[in-house]
């Protein structure tokens, strides 16, 4: 992942959950000779690093989280965690997800690090919420925006026992802490 100047397209796709983004940008790096995604999350990166193989074998697949580091000779994309993103390895795309986690006191800095100077040759893509459009048109003045539309309405359906929640729900908790 080349930490450089270069001219190439950059792009925010930003939007609530559910939109596609991270199957957005799957596809587009699937569509380079190499690639590179930064995940918030081990288990996330663990998820598409999969399906990604399943696509393309694992030959051509590398997994890097902080736990676990899968990197055969011949990995041409890379599925990482944001923190463990290999910063010396060029590729033609680079992909950061959630990238509102900019503003995460523990691990903002890396998101902010990667948002600052993580570029594909070809491509850059940041995906995450609305909510970091000023910043990034404030840090990355050329990057083009494009807005992602909810594939599906949530909805509140009050409280009911695990057993009769519908397949496919998502279940959100807040603690009062």
Known sequence: MPFSNQRQRIS????PTNTGKT?????RMLGYRTGMIGFPLRLLARENYDRVV???????????TGEEKIIPPSARYFLCTVESMPTDRL??????DEIQLCADRERGYFF???LMRARGM????????????PIIQKLVPEAEFIARPRFSQLTFSGQKKLTRIPRRSAIVAFTEN
């Not at 925010?12 to 939007?15: E, P, S």
């Not at 399943?54 to 890097?64: M, Q, Y």
């Open 23 to 27: 199957y957005l940008a799957i596809e």
């Open 54 to 64: 399943g696509i393309v074998g694992s030959r051509n697949v590398a997994l890097v």
């Open 112 to 114: 902010t690090d990667r």
């Open 91 to 96: 590729v033609e795309f680079v992909a950061i």
């Open 12 to 15: 925010a796709i930003l939007g």
């Open 122 to 133: 070809s491509e850059t893509m940041f995906l995450g919420a609305d909510i970091m459009r």
